[in-house]
Every structure is written in structure tokens, then in C-alpha cells.
């Protein structure tokens, strides 16, 4: 079965400090993409960051970046500088095949402290 | 750029009635995908429609269909409604099919059944 894991349901940083959410994804591709997107109380799923898997190199989008992990299919997003509009629930995403669907995490709920 | 619009946002349905939700993807988007998302079963996929045909089907009871019409708008409509169809239910476009196109998603049509 197709599975994105997200092993934090939790997780609380303080402002200014930075924080990494885990995520294990299962696929039976050699190429794909993964995703992380976030959902803030409007509830709006807002894209974050995407990474290709044949890049080696991690994606970054200015306070965000991805530390990926081919061979242990491992997709953690670091939050540097975290604001308190970071406060989300924080969803991983990855097909399973070529032209399957995305399958989404259960999400992982960040509270930014002040 | 306008975004990926659906209508309505709220609606309260009874038992056994049915519903129509519609959603407008981002302009030159021609791949629509729906998911619903409760509290106890996460962000599941619904199904997926490209160029007016339908690409992928989640698990869900036949009471659920959708189209997509020349333009790329796209219905979805539950009939026979359960309580427990009380959902979020998102709609995303992407310009083409396949797992490496970013999906965008709306703002979702809350559907609460009573």
C-alpha cells in the first residue's frame, strides 16, 4: 500500500529558532517528485517547496529547505528564522507511481511560540 | 492570476439529499483533482479529470462522481448524502497530468450533513 508517514503530529519552536519535520514516503518509481504543503486555519493547502528525486541537490525556498534522502526515502523540511505566520499544519505529499495520484501524510500541526 | 476557485464554500445538507460542488482551475490548467479531508482519514484523494476524462478514481462508494466539462471547470456531486460525507472537500489544478505537476488547490467547500 501506498504510504507518506509523518511521524510528528506535533511540534512547537520557538520564534526565531529553527525546526525539521520528518516524512518517509514509499514509491515504486526511481523518479519523482515530492512535495510539502502547508495548511494555516483558512485551510488553503499552499505549496511550500518541491523537490525532484534525480536532483541530488536539496530544494530550498528562502526560510525553507528539504533534506532528502533518496536511498532511505526520507523528505524532512527545515524551517529556519521560524515567524509566527509559520504556524500550520504541515502536509508531505509524494505519488506512488508515475501517474498515480498524490498521497498525503496525516499532517504534522506546528505552533510558533513567541 | 486568479487561482483555483470553488464554489460554494459552506453548505449544510440533510441526510439522503444530494450536493453538486464546483471548481474553476487556475486559467490554462487543464488537470483537476478533488480530495476530501476529515479529521479522522487525513487528505483522500477523490478522483482526477483531464481534458474531460476521468484519469484516476480513489476508493470511494459510487455515490461519488465528478466530470469535467470543455472549458476544464469541474463538478463533483455526492448523492444519498451520510453524515459522515461531512468533510472538507478540496479541489487542485495542475497544467497537465502526471506526478510531476504542482498542484495548486482552492480554498474548499465545507459540507456539513445532518
Known amino acids: 500500500a501506498q504510504t507518506v508517514t509523518q511521524s510528528q503530529p506535533e511540534m512547537s519552536v520557538q520564534e526565531a529558532e529553527t525546526v525539521t519535520l520528518s516524512c518517509t514516503y514509499d514509491?515504486?518509481?526511481?523518479?519523482?517528485?515530492l512535495f510539502w504543503y502547508k495548511q494555516p486555519p483558512s485551510r488553503q493547502m499552499i505549496l511550500v517547496i518541491r523537490?525532484?528525486?534525480?536532483?541530488?541537490q536539496n530544494a530550498t525556498e528562502n526560510r525553507f529547505s528539504v533534506n532528502f534522502q533518496k536511498a532511505a526515502k526520507s523528505f524532512s523540511l527545515k524551517i529556519s528564522d521560524s515567524q509566527l505566520g509559520d504556524a500550520a499544519m504541515y502536509f508531505c505529499?509524494?505519488?506512488?507511481?508515475?501517474?498515480?495520484?498524490?498521497?498525503f501524510g496525516k499532517g504534522t500541526r506546528l505552533s510558533v511560540i513567541a | 492570476k486568479a487561482g483555483v476557485t470553488q464554489t460554494p464554500r459552506y453548505l449544510i445538507k440533510t441526510r439522503g439529499q444530494q450536493v453538486t460542488l464546483s471548481c474553476s482551475p487556475i486559467?490554462?490548467?487543464?488537470?483537476v483533482s478533488w480530495y476530501q479531508q476529515t479529521p479522522g482519514q487525513g487528505l483522500q484523494f477523490l478522483f482526477e479529470?483531464?481534458?474531460?476524462?476521468?484519469?484516476n478514481k480513489g476508493n470511494f462508494p459510487g455515490r461519488f462522481s465528478g466530470r469535467q466539462f470543455s472549458n476544464s471547470r469541474s463538478e463533483m456531486n455526492v448523492s444519498t448524502l451520510e453524515l459522515g460525507d461531512s468533510a472538507l472537500y478540496l479541489c487542485?489544478?495542475?497544467?497537465?497530468?502526471?506526478?510531476?505537476?504542482?498542484?495548486?488547490f482552492g480554498e474548499g467547500s465545507w459540507l456539513t450533513v445532518v
Open positions: 479529470y483531464f481534458s474531460e476524462t476521468q484519469r
Open positions: 523537490q525532484e528525486a534525480y536532483k541530488q
Open positions: 487542485a489544478s495542475s497544467l497537465l497530468t502526471g506526478s510531476g505537476n504542482t498542484i495548486y
Open positions: 505529499a509524494s505519488p506512488y507511481a508515475g501517474n498515480t495520484p498524490l498521497v
Open positions: 514509491t515504486s518509481e526511481s523518479d519523482y517528485y
Open positions: 486559467s490554462g490548467h487543464r488537470s
